[in-house]
């Protein structure tokens, strides 16, 4: 964190209590955020502004790697004379980290006030005031689900786009993930309370959702209906002003022909694919309890592109597990190769206490580890450079973002996504009339990064398409006393991404 709370005035305006809500993990951490959001300011709380010491800073925690646990305790650690200095500021702790370090967190920084699980995300008002009430800490973990989290009020940071849980928690037992004992067994949703949620998006002016599950294709196993994923994204297309689907993530054992054919078939079900490898070697996908093999992922990926040629396909991947050889490791860069991924979000594994991984006695050396991941890091900055670059000289159409980009202010560009999901920066011709976050333009792509593509149009290759969600931003903007329909780079909000990417510990629910 580069800047810190002590340098911002300690202020108050009016009666009601301020909050910001930190995020570290991945997509479901960011809705369960939004979760948290809402049922604060449904109790009174409201957004601390810029540069404001809030009266309540949220950490939302995620346990998968091992520095999530050095992120939070760092951020924890920073905070102690800040909340010592401010009369009654308030500290709370919850997400998965919280649910595995339960007492711990406590222990380690006795001045939170409440630690909460990933359970009970409906107590924090009731347990904040508990706090101020007896002068004390409040430990609420839950082992099994009081409320199921979308359910629960919600503010969305993106006017155009919104988050759906269909399910949580996950029936799987990978050697390396410890999610299964923090979120529980799997938990679907019925469709129709599904729908009438993302209906509920749409209707305030959404015109994309991302549906989320720690494994969205086991979707329906809870009522016995093996093809209800393929049905639900199906039914999404039937939603009037809903168009763009996206769903993340499914498992490869469990992905089948009927969601293949439901994407393919669905015009608003987005060309993206979300797919972990972890692993290229078999039999390191047998020591991780990953019950697919390489064969069985590459044939995916090649019913996917057999149906929507275009689609881009990213991943996640371990490097490292105990017992990788360089055999296993380049059965890794073989497979990376040939499925040439769009993006790949690449990790060096940690062990997780409480992980059958981590009593793994084949560890390897944190130098041999480092090595492989920048191997393979280069090979992917190489492939995502070669397929962005097979993209230039087409007619792309964003989905308009009010985040332009770092560079911003030196080339003025904005930012949109495209339907596969890429991040496209932008000009402006002269005189094109501006567009709104939540609108779509049309432009062809003339520069291609690893990372983004650019695009330079000329006056005749630019078009702008209007959109409900665009005229969403301006309600918002003037319900916020905002500045109207030029403000493109205003609040920030959080990026929709793929994975399980880094949060950065600074400031409410960034991406």
């Known amino acids: 964190m580069t800047d810190t709370l002590l340098d911002r005035p300690a202020q108050r305006t009016g009666p009601s209590r301020t909050y910001e809500v930190r995020t570290f993990g991945c997509q479901m951490n960011v809705h369960d955020s939004e979760r ?17 010491t809030p009266d309540l800073v949220v950490f939302n925690t995620c346990a998968v790697r091992e520095n999530a646990d050095n992120r939070l305790y760092g951020n924890l650690g920073q905070l ?47 347990l904040l005031e508990r706090s101020r009430h007896n002068a004390e800490a409040e430990l609420e973990i839950l082992e099994s689900l009081e409320t199921f ?65 720690q494994n969205v294709n086991t979707y329906g196993v809870e009522f016995r209906d093996r093809g209800a994923f393929a049905k639900l994204l199906r039914a999404c297309g039937e939603i009037e002003g809903l168009e763009r689907v996206r769903f993340t993530s499914p498992h490869p054992a469990s992905f089948t022909d009927d969601v293949i054919d439901a994407m393919a078939e669905t015009p ?52 490292g597990f105990p017992g990788e050889t360089e055999e296993d490791f380049e059965e890794t860069m073989r497979v990376v190769e040939e499925s040439r991924f769009a993006s790949a979000f690449t990790f060096q594994y940690s062990p997780r206490p409480g992980t059958p991984a981590a009593e793994f006695e084949d560890q390897l050396p944190k130098e041999i580890v480092q090595e492989r991941f920048e191997r393979l890091l280069a090979l992917q ?3 995502c450079a070669e397929e962005n670059q097979k993209l230039l000289g087409t007619d792309q159409e964003l989905l308009v973002t009010a985040d332009s980009g770092s560079k911003f202010e030196q080339t003025g560009r904005l930012s949109g996504r495209a339907p596969d999901h890429r991040l496209v920066h932008f000009s402006l011709p002269d005189g094109a009339e501006q567009p709104r976050p939540g609108d779509f333009v049309t432009v062809p792509i003339t520069r291609a990064g690893k990372t983004h593509l650019i695009a330079d149009p000329e006056p005749h290759q630019y078009s702008l398409r209007r959109s409900r969600a665009g005229d969403a931003w301006d309600r918002r903007q003037a319900d916020s006393c905002g500045v109207g329909t030029t403000q493109v780079t205003g609040d920030t909000p959080a990026a929709v991404s793929l994975g399980m990417p880094s949060m950065r510990p600074a400031g409410s629910i960034q991406v």
């Open 36 to 52: 948290i959001s809402g049922l604060l300011e449904g109790s009174g709380y409201r957004p601390a502004e810029d540069g404001q």
């Open 80 to 126: 102690k004379s800040i909340k010592a200095a401010r009369e009654g500021m308030q500290i709370a702790v919850g997400g998965c980290l919280a649910q595995k370090d339960q007492n711990t967190v406590l222990e380690k920084a006795p001045w939170v006030d409440v630690v909460f699980g990933t359970h009970n995300i409906g107590s924090l008002p009731t």
């Open 149 to 213: 989290p979308s359910t629960l009020p919600t503010k969305r940071e993106t006017v155009h786009s919104g988050w759906v849980s269909i399910s949580v928690g996950c029936n799987n037992t990978c050697t390396f993930c410890i999610v299964p004992s923090l979120r529980g067994k799997e938990k679907d949703r019925r469709p129709g309370e599904i729908l009438a949620e993302v209906q509920a998006l749409v209707d305030d002016g959404a015109v994309e959702v991302t549906l989320l599950g």
């Open 268 to 319: 608003n079900v987005m060309p993206q694919l979300h797919m972990p490898l972890q692993s290229g070697s078999d039999r390191i996908l047998k020591s991780m309890r990953r019950s697919y093999r390489s064969s069985r992922f590459l044939s995916i990926l090649d019913k996917v592109r057999e149906r929507m040629p275009r689609a881009a396909v990213t991943t996640d991947i371990i490097v």
């Open 381 to 383: 900055d190489r492939i």
